[in-house]
């Protein structure tokens, strides 16, 4: 019952992440193509102070969007601000964080063959990391280097792979690409919380009172632009890093951090194109570099699959065969906990992915599968939580070439 509850409880919890993340993500893309669409606006609204202005339809019916140099003359009855879509967000996720990796499956997180941690400091590290990064950030982002775009990038860019690395040596392979997920919306939540709503809310404060804004307000308004900016382009790492739980091949892959950083690099550079495309810049060539990009990955990335085992010994003597016993033992010890028509780790419900290894046909029918997460990956067991053994692993992957 209690793991019955538990899948329950991370599917709500994930589901309302979900929605969140779409409503945050998509208000920011709509934002950004906003800005870069407003176009000249006729004299009469200039001299009422706005900017620029954008005519669209959507849902049978046409909208009006005018964007103001300051602020209206008078502020408005409502004023709608976009701020929970983000709070939601990060709420839902370290709900999601605690749920699932802290107080759920231990195997999701903690690999005792990298850093046998407890769960207490498990969560020390995991905490410290997203404040400990919040804060480097913050006091790159009002530091001068906020002023050099492509250089500040590069550095956000090296303290993001720093950190997936350094996930990836204390952390099994999944818990360390969601700590990573998670560093990153922190530091999108942050420009949020602490740059972009209190220069809107500065502004607010100046229009109420009839003032022009100062320098501060103008330099807290700059500020909250290049915060919005990079928001913008690290919602698709964030988005991949989201959905990567369902695919062992990239949080399983020995060079994980390196595979993460790779799709950071290339998803972010994917976005500049449109972004370019919002201001009437066609540059095709960025999507063909970042297609290229994507290609060379998956054959850099490629798994081996098991090839048919030899029959006889460099001297000609005959090779033994696997014994289907030993075998037989090797999952009722390593693998049937999870992966049995009722699983009896208080983990799982149900097999995961619906993969059932309790017979020889079961694990031929999963071959391709299993060789990848246990002999070429060795991701599974989870954490490796059984304790299985190289020796015991190379026996596995041996039988499975002898059985195709």
Known sequence: MHAYLAEWLSLIIRWFHVI?????????????WLDNNLREPP?????????????????????EVAKYHVGPEKMPAELHWFKWEAYSTLMSGLALLFAVYYFG???????????????????AIGM??????????????????????????????????????????????????????????????????????PAQRALVSAVEKGDTPDERVVMLAQRAM??????????????????????PMFY??????????????????????????????NKPSILVVSALATL???????????ETAATHNA?????????????????????????????????????????????????KLHRAKVYQAAVATQYMPLGNMTGITPEERSLLGQWLQENP
């Open 252 to 281: 399983g892959n020995e060079y994980g951090w390196a595979v993460l950083a790779a799709i950071g690099a290339i998803t972010a550079y994917a976005r500049h194109f449109f972004n370019l495309r919002h201001k009437q810049i």
């Open 128 to 197: 410290g990391t997203l404040l400990g990064v919040m804060v480097i950030y913050e006091a790159l982002i009002r530091s001068p280097l906020a002023k050099h775009g492509l250089a500040f990038g590069v550095v956000l860019f090296l303290i993001l792979v720093a950190v997936a690395w350094g996930m990836f040596q204390v952390f099994a392979g999944r818990g360390a690409f969601i700590h990573v997920g998670a560093v990153i919306g922190t530091i999108m939540v942050a420009n949020v919380f602490l740059g972009i709503v």
């Open 296 to 306: 060379a990955l998956i054959w850099a990335m490629a798994p081996s699959a098991p």
């Open 315 to 363: 001297d000609g003597t005959q090779v033994a065969r696997v014994a289907d016993a030993d075998v037989s033992q090797l999952l009722a010890t390593h693998c049937q906990a999870c992966h049995a028509a009722q699983p009896s780790s208080p983990a799982f419900q149900a097999p995961p992915a619906g993969i059932m290894l309790e017979t020889l046909d079961q694990l």
């Open 20 to 32: 969140a993340g779409v409503a945050w993500i998509g208000a920011s893309f709509y934002f950004v």
């Open 43 to 63: 004299e009469w609204k200039k001299q009422k102070g706005i900017k620029g202005d954008l005519w669209a339809i959507h849902g049978g019916g046409f909208y």
């Open 105 to 123: 499956n231990p195997g999701y997180l903690i690999d005792a063959s990298k850093l046998d941690l407890s769960m207490g400091g498990a969560i």
């Open 226 to 247: 290049l915060r919005s900016r990079h928001n913008n382009y690290l919602t698709l790492p964030v988005i991949f890093i989201m959905i990567s739980n369902h695919y």
